[in-house]
Every structure is written in C-alpha cells, then in structure tokens.
C-alpha cells in the first residue's frame, strides 16, 4: 500500500470517490477501521468482519430510517420511497412476506426464457447498429423490462419509468440531497404508480402489482401508498443495481481481457465472472443503519442513536477475507462470502433474480460477439451515493 500523510477523508458525495474509492476503503481498513465523519454526521465500518457482522445484526443496526445518507431520503418517513427495505421487524416481515412469493426460486428460474427473449430482441437491435452503448441499449434496458414485466407496466412507459430513476438517483458535483430534478422524477413516478395501481385494483392480470392489491395481511389490506413504496423499491433497488452489474461485468472484462477470456472460451465460467465482478466492483457500495444502543468497535464507542455506513465496497476487497483482492481473478476463492447483497434479514431479495439475468445476457453476448473494445473516452459514470455505475459506455464489436 501508498504511504500517504494526506488526511484521511471519505466523503460518499466526492466526485472522486465515485471515480475510484478503491484506495480510501484500503487506508479506512488499515488507520480507521471505525471511521468518523463529523461534518457529515456518520460513522463508517469498512473490514469485511465488521461489515458482516453489522449485517447480521439487525437489532442493533436498525434499517428505520433507510438505508442512505441523503436527508430527503433518510429518516422515519423512509419508507414511503423504500418500502421495506426501511423497515425493522415487524413490519419488514408483514412485507416482506407478501412479496417474497414473486421470487421464489421456482419463480425466478420460470423467468429465464422472458429474460433471453428480451435479450435477443434488444442485443439485435444492438448488433444490427454496429457500434452501441452498452449501458443505453442493453444493461440498461434488460432489468427495466424484467421488473416491468413483474409488474405489467406495458412497454410504451418503460423508458420514460427507467429515465425518471435514472434522474432520482443521480447527484451534480456539491449536491448532498435530493436534487430538484430527483423530487420531480419522484412526483413524476408517484403519479404514474397510482394511475397503475387503480388500474390493477378496477382490472386485475397476474403480475405482482394485482397480486399485491388482492392480498390480504391478517385480514387488512395494503393501501395504494403502502404499494407505491414498494414500487419505488423495485426500480430502484432491482433496476440500477442489475444495470451496474452487467456494465461492470462488460467494463472489467474489457480492462481484463485475459479473464474475460475464460468465460469466451467457455460460457460455463460466466457465473464466474457474475461473481468476481460482484465482489471487486459492487453497484451496491454503502448500506446505512442506526444504532439502537451504544456499540463498541475498535476501541470506540458508537452512541445509540447514530448512523453508520457499511461499506460493502470495501468488504469485498479486505485482504481479511480475499487474497490479493484488489485483482480481478475469476478463479479466485470467495468462500469467505461477498457482501454486495447484504445478509440476513435484508438480504436482496432479488440476488437470484440479478444474477439469472446477469447469466443470461452474457450467455447471449458470447453466443454472438467474437471480441469486443469499449471507448474510454466516451465512458461516463453515474454519480450516486450509494450506486456505482457507468452511465455510458460506447462499445464496438465484431461479431461472430
Ligand atoms: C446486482 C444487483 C443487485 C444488487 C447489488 C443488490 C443489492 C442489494 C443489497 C445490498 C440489499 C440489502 C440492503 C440492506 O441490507 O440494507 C438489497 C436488498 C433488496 N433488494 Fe437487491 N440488489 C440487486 C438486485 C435486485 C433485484 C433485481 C431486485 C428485485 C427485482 C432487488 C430487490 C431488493 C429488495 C426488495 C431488497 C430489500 C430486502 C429487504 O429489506 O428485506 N435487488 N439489494
């Protein structure tokens, strides 16, 4: 590691930190393995062991008041955006349990030939223009139609739903809230979901949304806003984190080309680089919490009451945990488990479901793509607090 006598800082909102906080997560692992940000008002842990842990510990790391540090979306009123995901027991398993139905694994698995029909169509598209952008004509169209299909949401309001969380989550250089444009899209969203809801609740199909207008709850029902909160959820939490997933998969393999071609040789290493590419660069980079008691780590004490970050990111590239981790190696052990959909109670509910897609798309690709260059010049990133992700990224193909 660098020896460096720059103060340490880490700071969710630098543009810097978005373009590579790899070297920020080493040093708070190394100098504070329990991290305090006054001017931001958290507390960070970033080993694997204590992230875990943390993780695990859902009592007294409490989801109440959601899981990011913008204060717009953070707070006891968080549920309203993220469902929950922003809840403690026992509402999160009143919830919960309601919708889990729609991702058993007989569920998910049932989703594979939609999911390879919607790649072909949009990688035809792609491949029929010759050079494309990765992010814009395939990642990110993929996940939006899968949910969408979950939820019937028809296909003439999909692009407007995927620009409208694009805008929710993205932050300018300086801007530490929800920006005018994200509480627009917001607005933007509500009003689309009741319009949906009431249709569901007058003329219910089989998707997700009718189901969860049937369902009752030892005997109440779930109100339209209980349902809206959902479905923010859903875009947010199933539709970026999945997009992010697939273009890093794409971005590093295009960085690494001796890795990426394992999985070309041989498409059964795909789930492979699914995995390494979770691990070395997770969509999903920082979970709050607060404390419901005072904890000790490492000497200091975090007052109840208080908010940490658990920093997935750096969880992933402990050497604790995975040796030599900051190479991207998709024969690597990972045994010592990854964190990039969390654990426990909050586990993602929708892991299996992004790595089915994840499998899928890059089945696809290999079927039809010989080799493939990505444009730096033309990569541009989102700018998120708690996503990472590339926005664009133009690629050229020659296809097989
Ligand atoms: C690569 C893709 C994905 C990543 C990295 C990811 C990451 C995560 C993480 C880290 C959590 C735990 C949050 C916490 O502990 O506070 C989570 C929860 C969740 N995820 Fe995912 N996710 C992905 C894809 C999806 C998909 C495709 C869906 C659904 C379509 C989904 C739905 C959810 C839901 C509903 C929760 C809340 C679970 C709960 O609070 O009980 N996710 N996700």
Request: a negative charge.
């Amino acid at each position: 590691m660098t020896v460096t006598s720059e103060p340490l800082v880490y700071d969710p909102y630098a543009y810097e930190i978005h373009e590579d906080p790899y070297p920020t997560y080493a040093r708070l692992r190394q100098e504070a393995p329990l991290y305090r940000n006054d001017e931001r008002n958290f507390w960070a842990l970033s080993r694997h062991g204590d992230v875990m842990a943390a993780f695990r510990d859902s009592e007294r790391f409490s989801n109440a008041e959601g899981v990011s540090i913008d204060p717009a979306a953070s707070g006891p009123h968080a549920h309203r955006t993220m469902s929950f995901l922003a809840m403690d027991p026992p509402n999160h398993g009143r919830m919960r349990g309601l919708v889990s139905r729609g991702f058993t694994p007989r569920r998910v698995a049932a989703m594979e030939d939609g999911i390879r029909a919607l790649t072909v169509q949009h990688l035809d598209d792609c491949l029929a223009k010759g050079d494309f952008d990765f992010v814009a004509d395939l990642a990110g169209k993929v996940p939006m139609d899968v949910i969408s299909e979950m939820l019937g949401v028809p296909q003439a309001d999909r692009e407007m739903l995927r620009k409208q969380s694009d805008l929710l989550i993205h932050r300018e250089e300086g801007v530490t809230d929800v920006p005018p444009a994200g509480v627009e899209a917001a607005f933007a969203l509500v009003i689309y979901y009741a319009d949906l809801i009431a249709d569901r609740r007058a003329n219910p199909g089989d998707d997700l949304v009718s189901a969860l207008c049937a369902a009752d709850v030892d005997g109440d029902r779930l109100t339209d806003d209980e349902i809206t909160s959902f479905l923010f959820l859903m875009v947010v939490a199933g539709n970026e984190t999945t997009t992010k997933l697939l273009a890093h998969a794409w971005y590093w393999g295009d960085r690494f080309p001796g890795e990426r071609a394992k999985a070309f040789a041989d498409p059964g290493r795909i789930p492979d680089w699914v995995e390494e590419t979770l691990r070395y660069d997770t969509s999903s980079q920082m979970l709050a919490r607060v404390t419901t008691a005072d904890l000790e780590f490492h000497g200091q004490t975090i007052p109840k009451g208080d908010r940490v970050l658990l920093l997935a990111g750096s969880a992933n590239r402990d050497d604790r945990a995975f040796a030599d981790p900051d190479r991207y190696d998709l024969d690597r052990d990972r045994e010592a488990g990854i964190a990039s959909f969390g654990v426990g109670r909050h586990f993602c509910m929708g892991a299996s479901l992004a790595r089915l897609e994840a499998h899928v798309v890059l089945q696809e690709l290999i079927k039809r793509v010989e080799s493939y260059e990505i444009d730096p010049a033309g990569t541009r990133r989102v700018h998120s607090v708690n996503v990472r992700g590339f926005e664009s990224l133009p690629t050229s193909v020659t296809v097989r």
